[in-house]
Structures are given as structure tokens and as C-alpha cells.
């Protein structure tokens, strides 16, 4: 304890070291979610963009999820706009977009 009263600047020294390490070690240890955005094109919903995005997560989890991840307070999405999808609820389904000739509705 007396070398803390006697040498105040090198316990200072200490604490702004040791405040800083753990920063960093905060900062790379939680490195930024990536994830992917895409563009809401007319007609698109989140339930059916969690059909062609969601794999087989829930609807609603994917849906709220995302929904966290944009700041929505409600459903409704809007043409032109671009929506934040983080990757671990991005599970793309391509056979939702493929039509081959002849296929019928």
C-alpha cells in the first residue's frame, strides 16, 4: 500500500495499461456479426422473405430476428428499402427462385 502513496503516477501508469489491454482484448474477442442485406422488392413480406431466406429456422424467430437486427418496430417493409439479414439467419434457398419452361401455376 505504501508504494501506491508513494509513487501515485506509476499506479496510474498500471491501471491505464491494464484498462486498455482489456479493451482490446473486448474488441477482438467480439468481432462485428456480419451480414447480408438485401432489397425489398414490391410485394415482398418478412414471411415470405423468411420462406426464401429462413431455411428451416421458425418463421416467427427468423422474422424477429431480423426484425432486431433492423430496428422494425412492426412488419410492414417497404419497397426500394434495403433490409439487414445477419448470416446466421441467412440460409438461402434457391429452389424458391428457379422456374423451369413448362412449369405451370
Keep these: 500500500m505504501n508504494f501506491i502513496k508513494n509513487n ?5 501508469l498500471v491501471c491505464v495499461i491494464f484498462s486498455c489491454t482489456w479493451c482490446f482484448v473486448l474488441f477482438i474477442a467480439n468481432p462485428e456479426e456480419s451480414v447480408n442485406e ?12 423468411s420462406d426464401k431466406y429462413g431455411g428451416d429456422m421458425p418463421k ?3 422474422i424477429s430476428g431480423v426484425m432486431v437486427a433492423n430496428n422494425l418496430n412492426t412488419q410492414m417493409i417497404h ?3 434495403s433490409l439487414i ?3 446466421n439467419f441467412y440460409q438461402h434457398n434457391s429452389n424458391l427462385d428457379t422456374e423451369y419452361a ?3 401455376q
Design 102 to 104: 413448362g412449369d405451370t
Design 79 to 81: 419497397a426500394g428499402k
Design 8 to 12: 501515485p503516477f506509476i499506479a496510474l
Design 60 to 62: 416467427q424467430e427468423w
Design 85 to 87: 439479414i445477419p448470416n
Design 38 to 49: 438485401i432489397l425489398i422488392n414490391d410485394g415482398d413480406t418478412l414471411w415470405m422473405l
